[in-house]
């Protein structure tokens, strides 16, 4: 079997039988299609599934290094690889998985940048509250921050999604796994406002509020983009007075972070995050601790 149509039929398995999420094809895909053009650059006899042995794979994971590839990157790029042989293997296409002797590349937990609560406050209020924009760009900050809303969840979320009377706001996740998260006073307030004098505002020259689903709007009639909201943090933090790189997503890391600082359950924090694996959500522990720590030695009087 051709390894090329061995790659489309992975994908198609992972689409329909897996149910996986379109960005998350599309990182497969992307991986597994570079792994394909490097075998042709480099090694242009291999073509078929069986053709492919354990050093093609090394000399791959080699060549991504030497561009700077992070190991993290790498290792994700491999896994591909494994899941493609191992998809093979258990409908008998080759009996052998040439990613055996190959190991991802080791890499250290990064431990996520967090900002303190006086600088998340600044922030929250950095948006003018007098104009459409303001309005809508206050209430979106105080949503992501309130709730740890990933940044695609955050742009394409719908209005009917809110349940604003229980205070609850339905999230499609990675792989469309739906979950359940409380809004908060603070974020709810800011969502009516913008709601009762922002949203209508902004899509008035597009045929009004009912012109499109989507929460977040600009004045275009369209849902505002992960670039456009990069934009707006990146705008508030610099009139905040806050130096470092703010990015959406170390909102969603002080959220997580301000949970477990206040006494949070782990369990309750990734249930909110919308962690499949509550590994992922551990290393939020070490960033409260080190919070604390500090704390600690600031205001103790005999720390």
Not at 25 to 31: N, P, T, V
Not at 91 to 109: H, N
Not at 194 to 220: A, D, M, N, Q
Request: glycine residues 6%; aromatic residues 6%; positive net charge.
């Amino acid at each position: 079997m051709l390894l090329d149509d061995a790659i489309d039929s992975y994908i198609s398995h992972l689409k329909i039988e897996r149910n996986l999420s379109s960005n998350t094809l599309d990182a497969y895909s992307r991986d597994l299609r570079q792994f394909l053009e490097e075998l042709k650059a480099v090694f242009d006899d291999v073509k078929k599934v069986d053709e492919v042995q354990d050093h093609h794979i090394s000399a791959f994971v080699s060549a991504l290094s030497k561009k700077g590839l992070a190991s993290r990157s790498i290792a994700r790029k491999v896994s591909a690889i494994k899941g493609l042989y191992k998809f093979l293997r258990r409908l008998e296409i080759t009996e052998r998985d040439p990613t055996d002797p190959v190991d991802p590349p080791k890499f250290g937990q990064k431990i996520p940048i967090v900002y303190n609560e006086t600088q998340i406050v600044d922030l929250l209020n950095s948006p003018p509250i007098i104009t459409p924009e303001g309005l809508r760009d206050r209430a979106m900050l105080e949503l992501m921050y309130a709730s740890g809303l990933r940044v695609t969840e955050l742009v394409t979320l719908r209005q009917r999604s809110l349940d604003l009377r229980s205070g609850i706001c339905r999230v499609l996740g990675k792989g469309d796994k739906q979950r359940m998260v409380p809004i908060g006073e603070e974020a709810l307030s800011a969502i009516e406002t913008y709601l009762e004098s922002g949203r209508g505002i902004l899509l008035k020259k597009k045929g009004g509020p009912g012109c499109t689903p989507f929460l977040f709007v600009t004045r275009r009639g369209g849902p505002m983009t992960r670039q456009g909201f990069w934009k707006i943090v990146k705008k508030y933090a610099k009139h905040a007075g806050i130096n470092e790189d703010l990015s959406p997503h170390k909102l969603r890391h002080s959220f997580a972070t301000h949970l477990l600082t206040h006494g949070a359950d782990l369990r309750i924090v990734q249930a909110l995050l919308g962690h499949s694996d509550i590994s992922t959500t551990q290393i939020y522990t070490h960033v409260a601790k080190a919070h604390l720590k500090k704390m600690h030695e600031q205001f103790h009087p005999r720390s």
